[in-house]
């Protein structure tokens, strides 16, 4: 249990996905964000949801 839990906040960076041409941006219906890899579509090593932030990824391509 961490103390800390309840204080951080509910945002969260995706890392490379925000500024990869590879990535959409999907809200829930109760307003959590994904990103899903479109690259997974074409290439099974990447996940359709990657796991988030993603720090380091070999198929991220700018914007
Ligand atoms: S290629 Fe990598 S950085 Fe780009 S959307 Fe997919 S997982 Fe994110």
């Known amino acids: 249990m961490s103390p800390e839990s309840d204080d951080h906040p509910i945002r ?3 890392g490379l996905c925000e500024s ?8 829930s219906d109760r307003g959590s964000i994904f ?6 579509f074409e ?3 990447f996940a359709k949801y990657p796991r988030l932030p993603v720090l380091a990824c070999s198929g991220y391509r700018p914007q």
């Open 20 to 27: 990869c041409r590879h990535a959409r941006r999907i809200e």
């Open 35 to 40: 990103f899903r890899c479109e690259l997974s």
């Open 12 to 14: 969260t960076t995706a």
């Open 43 to 45: 290439d099974e090593r």
